[in-house]
């Protein structure tokens, strides 16, 4: 089975690049640069420093004990919540920055969601003296006010999406309506492994150290750099890709992505598109997408501002189609449990987008011998608001 | 089939009409869920060459603020393309001119492709306009049929668009293509500038072997006047959809607004 990217930029049924014409010699330009650009020798010098002495790269592959004791199994979480500004969104954000000062762009746009995404841009354009405007759906910016003020302090225009359901869908519109106003001086940097061929393949490439570091760690520390499971969360889809990128083609390695049930799957207040999603068209590629008969796309939902997407990346897609990645779920209250378990055993508040990858451990039986890695992909200081509100600890 | 061996409605258009063609766009099912066939046929009494109607889809992306809002009531109201397609034949009952659907990919795809082509050409419609369909995508997977049934599909181009690219659009095309007159979503701009005029002028020197009309930003009388003189016409669509937004009594606004637009050519 071929698990990665065609020539043509679809990974089996999904991908493509379904844009309007006036985005095409965006679009275009990207598509015949990006991999020649993330191949020179000094574009991988100064991605490789900047993750290491910027980011804080590599982050830490930690053998949790007392969880470890816990499931009766060898766990280890990769530790992107210690990257800086929180999350794994940054490895990305790096990437596209050198990548759009080559294409000779001057100002970046992004669209956030929780404001990882947006943050991590914001910090990116500060390091690099880039403008940047960053779109976050109105109602996003009022639950997640903290956000919206750190990149404002890092010198960010942050713009309220203020047309359909006011999210994360939404701010991805207007981040695309403006790059169809901006097409020339502007790069838009996508946070997840989503849109239009090559964002989700350019995306995943910038996340695949988080793969790479693992199977270094791992040949360190356990002897051997294949985990029987590697777990991830899955909104988009951005951390698993790079915590799945290179085990892909290793199919003894079981790969698990974990979706957002929300109050349940059939509460009609859900984000697991592998459930509840059909082929689909949005945001510029074909993917699973949850939509109603008539082809509207659906508004998701979850605690979890960072899994509250209506689709997933297209490779995602493909991934599950194929049966190679196994798809999960847990609810809001599981993953509020699962973070509470992580922070009480291991001393590690994580996201609660990370906390449903930690959820789905209860589901799932192991092997004693079996060593399993759960990417933490970013630490709970912003769902602090969130924890309080849910109380139960 | 009275469609087969009849000339399609588009073509035949051009054929008789070279210059000051006036296509008005507007999102089905807005401001009501039943307005879609009055609309149509009031602007088919006011005069207009050529009608577009939109498909309204929950996340617009090449749409600005007025035809999105538009979008999202109609949705709102239970518009779906299977009431469109219905409302699409209770039109051809009274209305000749050509008819174009516009919308994005999903809801057609949702329908299914094959369906909704043979669906829309046995409703009495003549050409689609379906922004976030790849071109390659088309010429691979959908040209053949809709060439079977005499459907047109319109491309856009916009000025950041090749000269290599438009070459092989208008290849491609048969009717017309759509000239997006800026880079830009729709609604956004109130004149032309420079270095639109010299985009028209790049098109119209190219001699293409398809008429373009304009459209993205012609609100008035003057943007559409220039249209005219740079391109066989133009289409308007967020400038009309504030008048439905507005209007009290649609026959009488429309009649209005389509007389203003005319009263700047000739």
């Known amino acids: 089975m071929i698990y990665t990217i065609d020539e043509r930029g679809y990974y089996g049924n999904f991908g493509g690049a379904y844009i309007p014409e006036m985005l095409y010699p965006n679009i275009e330009e990207l598509r015949s640069r990006y991999l020649d650009i993330m191949g020179e020798g000094d574009f991988q010098n100064q991605f490789n420093q900047l993750l290491r002495n910027y980011v804080g790269r590599p982050t830490p592959l930690f053998y949790a004990h007392r969880l470890s004791e816990r499931y009766q199994a060898k766990i280890y979480l990769k530790r992107e919540d210690l990257c800086h500004t929180g999350a794994h969104k940054i490895n990305n954000t790096i990437g596209q920055i050198l990548l759009a000062k080559r294409l000779g762009k001057q100002k970046i746009i992004a669209e956030t969601g929780a404001g990882q995404h947006g943050v991590a841009t914001a910090t990116v354009c500060a390091l690099m003296g880039m403008d940047c405007i960053v779109y976050m759906g109105q109602l996003d910016m009022e639950r997640q006010r903290p956000n919206v003020e750190r990149m404002r302090i890092l010198g960010t225009t942050v713009v309220p999406a203020t047309s359909g359901n006011m999210t994360l869908k939404d701010a991805t519109n207007e981040a695309m309506r403006h790059w169809i106003n901006n097409p020339t001086d502007t790069h838009y940097i996508i946070g997840s492994v989503v849109g239009p061929h090559p964002y989700p393949d350019m995306v995943a490439r910038f996340q695949s150290v988080i793969s790479e570091e693992i199977r270094n760690q791992l040949s360190e520390q356990e002897g051997n750099p294949y985990p029987d499971y590697v777990i991830a969360c899955v909104g988009g889809g951005s951390n698993a890709a790079g915590a799945f990128y290179h085990f892909v083609n290793d199919e003894h390695v079981q790969l698990i992505g974990v979706e957002a049930a929300g109050l349940g799957i059939d509460s009609g207040e859900s984000a697991a598109t592998t459930v509840l999603g059909k082929p689909g068209v949005l945001h510029g590629s074909k993917t699973l997408l949850m939509q109603t008969e008539d082809g509207q796309v659906v508004e998701p939902y979850s605690i979890s501002a960072g899994l509250d997407y209506p689709g997933i990346g297209p490779w995602h897609a493909h991934l599950f189609e194929t049966g190679r990645v196994k798809f999960l779920n847990a609810t809001d209250d599981e993953a509020m449990q699962a973070g509470i378990e992580l922070s009480r055993t291991e001393g590690i508040i994580p996201a609660i987008e990370t906390a449903h990858a930690v959820a789905v451990l209860k589901k799932m039986e192991f092997d004693p011998d079996d060593v399993v890695v759960i990417n933490v992909s970013g630490r709970g200081d912003k769902d602090l608001e969130t924890y309080i509100r849910w109380g139960k600890y | ?266």
């Open chain 2, 1 to 266: 089939m009275e469609t087969i061996n009849v000339m399609n409605r588009i073509d035949k258009l051009f054929q008789q009409k070279k210059e000051n063609i006036l296509s008005v766009f507007f999102t089905a099912g807005f401001p009501t869920l039943h307005d879609t066939v009055e609309i149509a046929k009031q602007l088919q009494s006011a005069g207009v060459d050529m009608i577009e109607i939109g498909i309204p889809f929950s996340d617009p992306i090449a749409d600005g603020p007025v035809i999105q809002q538009s979008s999202k009531q109609a949705i709102d109201n239970g518009m779906t393309v299977t009431l469109l397609l219905e409302q699409v034949k209770e039109i051809r009952k009274t209305v000749s001119v050509p008819i174009i659907l516009m919308g994005y990919l999903n809801p057609v795809m949702q329908y299914g492709m094959d369906r909704f082509f043979s669906d829309a050409v046995a409703a009495g419609v003549d050409g689609l306009i379906l922004p976030d369909m790849p071109f390659e995508e088309f010429e691979s997977h959908y040209k053949q049929e809709m060439d079977r049934l005499d459907l047109r599909n319109i491309f856009l181009i916009s000025p950041t668009t090749s000269d290599d690219r438009i070459e092989r659009i208008d290849q491609a095309s048969r009717g017309f293509i759509y000239a997006v007159s800026s880079s830009s979503t729709t609604g956004s701009k109130n004149e032309f500038d420079e270095n639109q005029i010299r985009y028209f002028k790049r098109l119209k020197d190219k001699q293409l072997k398809n008429p373009f009309l304009i459209g993205f930003g012609i609100s008035n009388k003057e943007t559409f006047s220039a249209a005219c003189q740079n391109g066989a016409g133009a289409i308007v669509g967020s400038a009309f959809i504030k008048v439905l937004s507005a209007s009290k009594s649609i026959p009488n606004d429309i009649l209005t607004f389509i007389k203003t637009l005319n009263s700047g050519i000739k």
